[in-house]
C-alpha cells in the first residue's frame, strides 16, 4: 500500500502515470469502472508548470463511481446513468483537486451504493484485494481495493450503513465514516438522505485525516453540512472505552472477536480502560435502517425517469411506458426489491406502523449512545460479523447480506463518527478490521486515537 | 405482514416499475422475507416517543435570496437529456 509522502518527491506527472501503469497491472480485480487517464494527464502537467502547491499537490486518487467527476461518466454502477457525463464535480472533489490532488479513476460499486458486496453493479464485481475469489464488500469496495492494491494512497466512498466501514475492514485499511453533515454530498449521487455520509480509505489514519479535514466543512450547495469543526479541541478525556458486548458474542466470527480484543490490548496499553457495554437497541438497528433507507431511496430515486437524463427505455410506446420501463431496464434487483420496500413502508396504512414506528426506534437508538458517551470515549466493536466472505456466497438471500451491516447501522442510524481501522489477519490472511465509534464531532480524535494505535507494536 | 404476488405487483405500480411475471414473482418473495424481518421491530414500546428524523438538529438553515451561477449552462443540462426538440426536452405524446 501506499502512503501520501509517497507522493512527496516525484512530480505530478510521474505519480499519476505510475498510479495509471499499477491501475493496469490490477485490471482483473476489477476495483475500476474507468481511468480518466487524459484528464489527471493533462492536470499533472498543468501543476508540474507551477503556481502554489497544495497539501495534496501531485497526488492520485480514485472516487466512487457516484461522485460526479469529470474525465469520464459517472455510472453510479448501473445502466441507469451508463452514459451520464456530469456537467459538474461534486464539492468533495472540488475541494480535493483545490489542493492539488488528481483523480485518475472512478471505483466500482453496487449500483446505487445498494448493498454490500459489490457484486450488484450492473458492470460485474470487484474482487477482494488478498482473496480474488472473495468479495471486496461494500459499496465502497472498488474504492477499498484501490487502496488496498496500493494503486492510490487514497479514495473518496459514500457510507450510508456501513459502505465505507465494511469494505475497508474486508481489505485491511482505514475507512472513514464522520458524522452526519461534516463533508457535503453536493454532486454525490444521493441515497438515504438522514444518514448518507462521504468519507474515505487510506492506508494509514494520518493520511485518512488529511483528506476529511480538507472535504469536510460547511457548503452552501449542502445545506446539510455542519460549521466546520474538524480543527476544534476535542480530545478523550475519559480515557475509557466501551466493548460492544452484543458485536462480540458467539455469532461473530471467533477469529474476529479475538482480533479485535488484541485491538482493544492495544488501546489499553495507551492509558484507556476497557469495559463491556450493552447497546439493547442495536439489535433492532438492522430493522430501522431496512424500513428508513428504502423509504429515502424510493423517493431519491424517483428523479430516474428517462426524461432529463439517464436511461430512457426504447420499447416505450407513451409517457407512461417511458417512465415504467425506463426504471425496470435501468434498475438492477437489489435498487428494484429497496424501491418496492419503501413504497410498502410509506403507503397508506402502513406508515405509522413502520416508517413512523421505525424513526421514533431510532430516537431509542440515539438516547443509548447519548448514555454511553457520557461514561466512555470510544465505542468498540468489529466492523462485520466475519471476514470477506466468497463471492457469491450471499447473493440468492439478501437478508443474509444485509446481515453483514449490522454492526455498522447503528451508527449511520445514530449519525455518529465510525472508523474502521485494520486489527490484523486471520490464520486464513483475511484482513479483519476494528470499529471505533465515536460521539458527535469526536472524528479527527477518532483519527489520532487510530494513529497512536498504529505507533504500538 | 405477509405480502402476495398481487401485491408485489401493486407496489412494483406505485414505484413506477414495469417489471415481469418472474421478476414480480421473485422480488415478492424477497419483499416477503424482508417485511418479516423488519416487524421485529414490533417487540418494542414505542408509546410517547418523539420520532427521530434528523440526528444532527439542524434546522431552516437559510441563504439570502440571491441568484447564484451553479457553474452549469442550459446547453449542458439539455445535452443530458435523451431527446431534445428546439430547445427543450422531447418526451411522447402526453395527450
Given at each position: 500500500m501506499k502512503s501520501i509522502r509517497d507522493y512527496s518527491s516525484g512530480s505530478a506527472l510521474e505519480n499519476v502515470n505510475k498510479a495509471i501503469a499499477e491501475a493496469k497491472a490490477d485490471v482483473d480485480f476489477h476495483s475500476l469502472l474507468c481511468l480518466t487517464e487524459e484528464r489527471a494527464i493533462a492536470r499533472a502537467k498543468k501543476l508540474d508548470d507551477g503556481g502554489k502547491k497544495g497539501r495534496l499537490h501531485g497526488v492520485p486518487f480514485v472516487v466512487k463511481d457516484n461522485f460526479l467527476a469529470?474525465?469520464?461518466?459517472?455510472?453510479?454502477?448501473s445502466k441507469m446513468l451508463e452514459n451520464f457525463n456530469a456537467p459538474l464535480q461534486a464539492t468533495a472533489v472540488e475541494r480535493l483537486e483545490a489542493e492539488g490532488a488528481i483523480c485518475i479513476g472512478k471505483a466500482n460499486l453496487d449500483a446505487f451504493a445498494h448493498g454490500g458486496s459489490t457484486e450488484n453493479s450492473a458492470f460485474g464485481p470487484t474482487k477482494n484485494a488478498i482473496d480474488k475469489s472473495r468479495v471486496a464488500g461494500g459499496s465502497s469496495g472498488g474504492s477499498a481495493v484501490s487502496v488496498a492494491l496500493g494503486i492510490v494512497p487514497f479514495a473518496l466512498g459514500s457510507d450510508t450503513g456501513g459502505s465505507i466501514r465494511q469494505p475497508a475492514s474486508f481489505n485491511g485499511v482505514v475507512g472513514v465514516k464522520p458524522t452526519y453533515g461534516t463533508v457535503s454530498r453536493y454532486g454525490v449521487v444521493a441515497m438515504a438522505s438522514s444518514t448518507d455520509t462521504i468519507g474515505c480509505f487510506a492506508s494509514n489514519a494520518a493520511d485518512a485525516n488529511l483528506v476529511m479535514e480538507i472535504m469536510s466543512g460547511q457548503d452552501r450547495k449542502d445545506m446539510t453540512t455542519l460549521p466546520d469543526f474538524w480543527r476544534d479541541d476535542y480530545a478523550f478525556t475519559k480515557k475509557k472505552v466501551g466493548v460492544i458486548k452484543p458485536f462480540m458474542s458467539d455469532s461473530v466470527d471467533i477469529e474476529v472477536v479475538s482480533r479485535v480484543r488484541e485491538y482493544i490490548e492495544k488501546l489499553q496499553g495507551l492509558g484507556y480502560e476497557a469495559e463491556e457495554v450493552d447497546l439493547p437497541m442495536a439489535k433492532y438497528s438492522l430493522g430501522m435502517y431496512y424500513i428508513v433507507t428504502p423509504a429515502e431511496i424510493m423517493s431519491n430515486l424517483a428523479r430516474y425517469d428517462g426524461i432529463r437524463y439517464g436511461h430512457r427505455s426504447k420499447e416505450a410506446k407513451n409517457l407512461g411506458e417511458v417512465y415504467t420501463k425506463s426504471r425496470a431496464e435501468g434498475f438492477e434487483a437489489e435498487n428494484k426489491r429497496r424501491i418496492m420496500i419503501g413504497s410498502f413502508v410509506l403507503s397508506s396504512g402502513f406508515f405509522d406502523a413502520y416508517y413512523l414506528k421505525a424513526q421514533k426506534a431510532r430516537t431509542l437508538l440515539v438516547n443509548e449512545f447519548r448514555e454511553l458517551f457520557k461514561q466512555y470515549d470510544v465505542l468498540v466493536g468489529p466492523v462485520a460479523p466475519t471476514p470477506a466472505f466468497k463471492l457469491g456466497e450471499n447473493t440468492t438471500d439478501p437478508i443474509k447480506m444485509y446481515l453483514a451491516d449490522v454492526m455498522t447501522v447503528p451508527a449511520s442510524m445514530a449519525g455518529l463518527p465510525a472508523i474502521s481501522v485494520p486489527a490484523g489477519v486471520t490464520q486464513q490472511g483475511l484482513p479483519v478490521g476494528a470499529q471505533l465509534i465515536g460521539d458527535y464531532t469526536s472524528d479527527r480524535a477518532l483519527l489520532e486515537l487510530a494513529e497512536q494505535v498504529e505507533g504500538v507494536i | 405482514m405477509k405480502q402476495s404476488a398481487s401485491d408485489s405487483q401493486y407496489l412494483a405500480g406505485l414505484s413506477g416499475l414495469a417489471l415481469s411475471d418472474a421478476e414480480t414473482q421473485a422480488l415478492g418473495t424477497d419483499i416477503d422475507n424482508i417485511i418479516t424481518y423488519i416487524t421485529m421491530l414490533d417487540e418494542l414500546d414505542v408509546a410517547g416517543v418523539e420520532p427521530t428524523y434528523q440526528v444532527t438538529d439542524l434546522e431552516n438553515v437559510w441563504r439570502k435570496d440571491e441568484v447564484i451561477d451553479g457553474g452549469v449552462t442550459r446547453e449542458q443540462l439539455l445535452s443530458l437529456a435523451p431527446e431534445t426538440l428546439e430547445n427543450q426536452v422531447k418526451v411522447p405524446q402526453v395527450l
Open positions: 469529470f474525465g469520464g461518466p459517472t455510472t453510479a454502477a | -
